[in-house]
Nanobody
Framework: QVQLVESGGGLVQPGGSLRLSCAAS????????MGWYRQSPGKERELVAT???????NYTDSVKGRFTISRDNAKNTMYLQMNSLKPEDTALYYC???????????????WGQGTQVTVSS
């Protein structure tokens, strides 16, 4: 079916930057909305940012002005540029995509396995 693979996580100091990538592959006809979520121990998974196929983006307030979501439709890849990182950004970041499956009327959400982002001095 469809697979999502995140990459780009790591350990950075406060104020540093990281760029996450999410590559979608498989039986994809099209991808509508894609988004980044994150989850820290003891907390619920929260939405970080979303982006439509046309490039319209939305962000949670805590990351506005620091994070930028983007996508390359030709590559079925989404990115999250994270600047001015704070310790509270530490979390497992998940990729999500609303996918229309090839040769099917099916449309469903797919999730990646996550990539760890740790912000610490």
């Amino acid at each position: 079916q469809v697979q999502l693979v995140e990459s780009g996580g790591g350990l950075v100091q406060p104020g540093g930057s990281l760029r996450l990538s999410c590559a979608a592959s498989g039986s994809i006809f099209s991808i509508s909305v894609m988004g980044w979520y994150r989850q820290s121990p003891g907390k619920e998974r929260e939405l970080v940012a979303t982006i439509t196929s046309r490039g319209s983006a939305n962000y949670t307030d805590s990351v506005k002005g620091r994070f930028t979501i983007s996508r390359d439709n030709a590559k079925n890849t989404m990115y999250l540029q994270m600047n001015s990182l704070k310790p509270e950004d530490t979390a497992l970041y998940y990729c999500n995509a609303d996918v229309r499956v090839l040769r099917s009327d099916s449309r469903r959400d797919y999730w990646g396995q996550g990539t760890q982002v740790t912000v610490s001095s």
